[in-house]
């Protein structure tokens, strides 16, 4: 059983700054890669930032330059630094985790429970 949680969402005022944490837990191998995906109302889902096990990363061109993401590997942690924040940043942010477990050679997905994210005056 994999687990992932998601803390660190909140209302922020444009300009503002937050930090998302996503914990993971249970049953993992290794992880591949871990991301942070967004879902805004009446829009898709998309990828916000990613970060492989050999620490590259991978942005959204909307974000670039105002989001950093990172890996405490001892922890299995992915941070989401999101500064200079707008208002179409307002969204749902979700933690995902591509890994594989103890008990299947193949890769494996999981998503956390989301959290949200409200930039606002």
């Known amino acids: 059983q994999v687990r992932l949680v998601e803390s660190g969402g909140g209302l922020v005022q444009p300009g503002g700054s937050l930090r998302l944490s996503c914990a993971a837990s249970g049953s993992i191998f290794s992880i591949n890669a871990m991301g942070w995906y967004r879902q805004a109302p009446g829009k898709q889902r998309e990828l916000v930032a990613a970060?492989?096990?050999?620490?590259?990363?991978n942005y959204a061109d909307s974000v670039k330059g105002r989001f950093t993401v990172s890996r405490d590997n001892a922890e299995n942690t992915m941070y989401l630094q999101m500064n200079s924040l707008k208002p179409e940043d307002t969204a749902d942010y979700y933690c995902?985790?591509?890994?594989?477990?103890?008990?299947?050679?193949?890769?494996?997905?999981?998503w956390g429970q989301g959290t949200l994210v409200t930039v606002s005056s």
């Open positions: 970060i492989t096990r050999g620490g590259a990363t």
């Open positions: 995902h985790l591509n890994y594989y477990s103890d008990f299947d050679a193949d890769a494996l997905d999981a």
